[in-house]
């Protein structure tokens, strides 16, 4: 079947919310992909961040199959032990803390957004940051501080929207009706754009005086994607609750939010629910993830790769110019472009075998599986350079 009849097809019945997609991938091994007609892609979008550990990785794919002989499904009507496992080893990992496991990351936004405001009971008041994004459903979409996604949906009146790393504006909006405060660590589809160090501990500082949730949204910037586990160990502040998702179980659909064990245990029975949240076969993949996540120099070897693909991006763009900026940290990268050819310079990588994606006119964004290897980062590089060549011309 070719790729035209394919599309064909998804148009009949698909509504039509992606638009026209470039390929159509049937197979993924390690950092790689390969479409209908055979060509080989290497691939430094990893799903949105999702294969964090490459495609088909084989602990998670043997986890996977040994869970679905044994256990696929149970309601949260009974326990289950991967279940059980998987809360007990991320409350370690977070601190002390109690989980809520659901399918999404939108998701672990609204149990987020509930949570507050059963902690804050009366207040229902949020505060996010302008550029920010946390999600689909009319939540986490209100969340979310780009009118672009927005527009068009009748949503809650409840946010206020402030810049990233302005302190003061959060300190003016937060009032008695304040429920919680969200933020990304790193705002992933704003354009990769990291928070301060300041900005994070006066927004610790200004929940602890205040009485306001802190939540640290790490869907995308969590775990290892930055080469830390959770990013918030970058600035040594600890949130109340944070979200996860994408990457926490190595390709298959997982949301969860860790709240300190205070604040979590003020969600009490019938106060949130989910039919598939925590599900035995996702835990088991999400717990061979973190086999992976957490072996010894695991995460310290991607950050090297990383800090190459930086290193060699400043070196082309020193060379060539185009290169106004390298935002992120780890192997969560946003290369921002002097003239607006971010989408050409996507384009024209696709064509010569790399996946990435651009975000707006001026940024390209790299979230490249954290088991790269530098010769694979290098092989990324040099079709960058070239495509980044094409697309100033």
Not at 264 to 282: D, E, K, W, Y
């Amino acid at each position: 079947m070719s790729c035209d009849e394919i599309v064909k097809r998804d148009q009949h019945v698909v509504m039509p919310t992606y638009g026209q997609r470039q390929l159509v991938l049937v197979r993924g091994e390690g950092v790689r992909v390969w479409d209908l007609d055979g060509k080989c892609y290497l691939d430094f979008l990893s799903g949105l961040g999702v294969n964090s550990l490459g495609h088909c990785h084989p602990k998670v794919v043997e986890a996977i199959r040994k869970q679905a002989g044994i256990l696929i499904h149970v309601s949260n009507l009974y326990y289950n032990t991967p279940q059980i496992e998987l809360a007990e080893r991320l409350s370690l990992l977070f601190g002390d803390g109690l989980c809520f496991f659901c399918n999404s990351g939108t998701e672990a936004v609204e149990g987020a957004i509930k949570l507050a405001m059963k902690i804050r009971e009366g207040r229902s008041g949020f505060v996010s940051m302008l550029n920010s994004f946390h999600g689909r459903t009319a939540g986490a979409l209100t969340a979310t501080g780009q009118e672009k996604y927005r527009q068009g949906f009748g949503l809650l009146s409840n946010f206020s929207y402030v810049p990233l790393n302005d302190l003061d504006a959060v300190r003016d909006v937060v009032n008695d009706q304040t429920a919680g405060v969200i933020v990304e660590p790193i705002q992933g589809e704003g354009g990769v754009y990291p928070a301060t160090q300041d900005f994070l501990r006066g927004l610790r500082t200004l929940a602890d005086q205040t009485g306001v949730v802190l939540i640290f949204d790490e869907v995308q910037c969590g775990m290892g994607r930055t080469c830390k586990l959770f990013c918030f160990e970058h600035y040594g502040v600890k949130p109340d609750v944070v979200c996860l998702a994408k990457a926490l179980a190595g390709g298959f659909p997982m949301g969860a939010f860790i709240a300190t064990r205070d604040k979590g245990a003020c969600l009490t029975r019938g106060a949130h629910a989910s039919t598939f949240g925590g599900t035995p076969l996702a835990c088991a993949a999400s717990l061979a993830c973190l086999d992976v996540l957490c072996a010894e120099g695991f995460l310290d070897r991607a950050a090297r790769v990383g800090e190459r693909i930086v290193s060699r991006i400043t070196g082309f763009g020193k060379a060539h110019g185009g290169i106004r900026e390298i935002r992120g940290k780890g192997l969560m990268l946003g290369v921002e472009l002097e003239k607006p050819v971010a989408q050409k310079v996507a384009i024209e990588c696709r064509e010569r075998g790399l996946l990435l994606n651009a975000i707006g006119d001026h940024t390209v964004r790299l979230l490249p599986p954290l088991v790269l290897s530098e010769e694979a980062a290098d092989e990324g590089c040099d079709i960058m350079e070239s495509a980044l060549l094409d697309a100033l011309q």
